[in-house]
């Protein structure tokens, strides 16, 4: 049994960290509007959410089974930065990635109930949460000196970098633009401000079609 929860700690945290770092690349590319037009924002919108509730089930099985399978991980290791006498930074980095990821979820469900930017500063504990998971996973995992680890882990690191840099580009461009030339704001109402970083491409879509 305690081997079986091994390789479930092993196999679960490494599809997490895929699932995290999915959810990551697929917000930057919706937030940028770089999604293409072959499918709908709604589609990319609901595989962000999908991947997210995902990562954070795999993360919880990856928690729930480390704890279980006689690693000397106890309940201090995973709920308290600091706490593991061992390898304590790779520890903190996954207690810390894992709170990051919870609450980038967690928040994404009571939204209306958040301010926009409130919500948006939670949301962006998403990118050092991914972060500090993938170096979590490195410095831990078993697997982390293999080659097929070290190849998927330039995958991961190419995938989530490149959206990562579009976005940065779309909002340095977006910054750089002269006055005189930006669009004339518009007016939200404050129930729907909250739901503009969702509704917006719907509304390009649907001025595209007039």
């Known amino acids: 049994m305690t081997d079986t929860l091994w390789f479930l700690t092993r196999s679960s945290g490494i599809v997490a960290l895929v699932l995290i770092v999915a959810a990551v690349a697929d917000g930057l590319l919706f937030s940028g509007r770089n999604t293409g037009r072959r499918r709908r924002?709604?589609?990319?919108?609901?595989?962000?959410?999908?991947?997210?509730?995902y990562a954070l089930f795999f993360t919880g099985l990856h928690l729930v089974t480390a704890f279980g399978a006689d690693l000397g991980v106890g309940l201090a290791e995973i709920f308290v930065p600091g706490?593991?006498?061992?390898?304590?930074?790779?520890?903190?980095?996954?207690?810390?990635?894992?709170?990051?990821?919870?609450?980038?979820?967690?928040?994404s469900w009571p939204k209306r109930r958040l301010?926009?930017?409130?919500?948006?500063?939670?949301?962006?504990?998403?990118?050092?949460?991914?972060?500090?998971?993938?170096?979590?996973?490195?410095?831990?995992?078993?697997?982390?000196?293999?080659t097929?680890?070290?190849?998927?882990?330039?995958?991961?690191?190419?995938?989530?970098?490149?959206?990562?840099?579009?976005?940065?580009?779309?909002?340095?461009?977006?910054?750089?633009?002269?006055?005189?030339?930006?669009?004339?704001?518009?007016?939200v109402p404050d129930d729907l401000a909250e739901l503009d970083v969702d509704l917006q491409p719907e509304r390009e879509l649907v001025g595209a079609g007039r």
């Open 41 to 53: 924002p709604a589609w990319w919108m609901d595989l962000h959410r999908g991947l997210g509730g």
């Open 115 to 146: 301010r926009r930017r409130s919500w948006h500063l939670l949301h962006v504990l998403s990118l050092p949460a991914a972060v500090a998971a993938g170096v979590h996973a490195y410095q831990l995992g078993t697997d982390a000196r293999s």
């Open 148 to 187: 097929w680890y070290t190849l998927l882990t330039l995958g991961l690191v190419a995938v989530g970098s490149y959206p990562l840099a579009l976005r940065l580009i779309g909002v340095a461009r977006t910054r750089l633009i002269p006055a005189v030339h930006a669009a004339p704001a518009v007016v």
């Open 83 to 107: 706490a593991a006498s061992s390898s304590t930074t790779a520890y903190t980095l996954g207690v810390l990635a894992v709170y990051g990821i919870a609450a980038t979820v967690l928040s």
